[in-house]
């Protein structure tokens, strides 16, 4: 076994010398991106394990080490190996507590896993941690997932207290007040016509921060559509149907940040990954066949959702 490592080393070594470390890099990226547009995702994680053991990816930059280790657990995550994936995202987690993205990639490993182990470290890690605004929100989302509503706004409420002019937070406490006012519980009977006003004041924040597209006007017009105030939902969908698809600011915002951070330009969003008219014909066709206006929801599907 030496002699193969003596063998591989000096390979390494020769690699090194005719490319950076920069360069052998981007190559990397540029394959796993081409394996990842063929749909071809066993074959990228063979290449992002291979990359995160190979020393021409040795660098003194932590940020290409990171991202490659990124990489491969959301390759396997998204393969389905989630017990492989449990075992290393926590370290990953601890090592990098404040990037969104292993949050994200952290609570959709949890909520396929059916043991609850992966919850366990995410509240271990909010009871050392009070104050972390990703501890928060991910203990939120796993309270609303078992519609444990009074905890969940509990949460999101302290992650507003930190991030006032987050829309996502908005967005979220919304959802909330929505599925408390329309459950059973016979507690907030009383408070009910409360917990309304707070759902569409959020509706309203998110739609003030968010800025004015049509994601938003949909989202409005859904608050009112769960709510039962059809005549209301009609309006934004309307409205939503009449503003053009674009990328809303603040994800355009978000997008720039990356930009800057990756030192290389990102690919544009293709318009159909956040164009909602879809959605909205259907929820618009929805209120029109509950008033009994059958012929005008038929139009509307033969026109924008029949493919």
Not at 19 to 43: P, Q
Not at 59 to 68: A, C, E, L, M, V
Not at 129 to 136: C, I, M, S, V
């Amino acid at each position: 076994s030496s002699g193969i490592n003596a063998e591989y080393g000096g390979h390494a070594a020769l690699y090194k010398s005719m490319l950076k470390r920069n360069e052998w890099y981007y190559w990397y990226t540029m394959m796993l991106g081409c394996c990842i547009h063929l749909n071809k995702y066993r074959d990228a994680l063979i290449l992002s394990v291979a990359g995160l053991s190979s020393l021409l990816m040795d660098s003194s930059d932590p940020r290409i080490s990171k991202n490659i280790q990124v990489q491969t657990v959301y390759l396997a995550a998204l393969l389905g190996y989630n017990e492989c994936v449990s075992e290393t995202i926590g370290s990953l987690l601890y090592n990098n507590p404040h990037v969104t993205g292993i949050w994200n990639l952290f609570y959709t490993v949890s909520h396929r896993l059916t043991r609850p182990r992966l919850h366990r470290l995410g509240v271990r890690w909010l009871c050392k941690n009070k104050n972390d605004f990703n501890g928060l929100f991910y203990n939120g989302l796993h309270t609303y997932r078992h519609k444990h509503f009074n905890a969940g706004i509990t949460f999101y409420r302290q992650c507003l207290a930190q991030r006032p002019q987050d829309p996502n937070v908005y967005f979220h406490l919304m959802l909330f007040y929505l599925h408390w006012v329309s459950s059973k519980n016979a507690d907030i009977s009383k408070r009910r016509h409360e917990f309304v006003v707070q759902a569409v004041a959020c509706a309203f924040m998110f739609h003030q921060l968010r800025g004015p597209c049509q994601e938003t006007l949909y989202n409005l017009g859904r608050c009112y559509h769960a709510l039962g105030l059809r005549h209301f939902a009609t309006i934004y969908y309307k409205r939503a149907m009449s503003v053009p698809s674009s990328v809303p600011r603040s994800v355009q915002e978000q997008l720039d940040s990356m930009t800057e951070d990756r030192g290389q330009g990102l690919e544009p969003l293709e318009m159909n990954d956040i164009d909602h008219i879809r959605e909205v014909v259907y929820n618009l066709c929805e209120v029109y066949k509950a008033s009994g206006s059958d012929h005008l929801a038929r139009q509307l599907l033969y026109q924008h959702c029949v493919i």
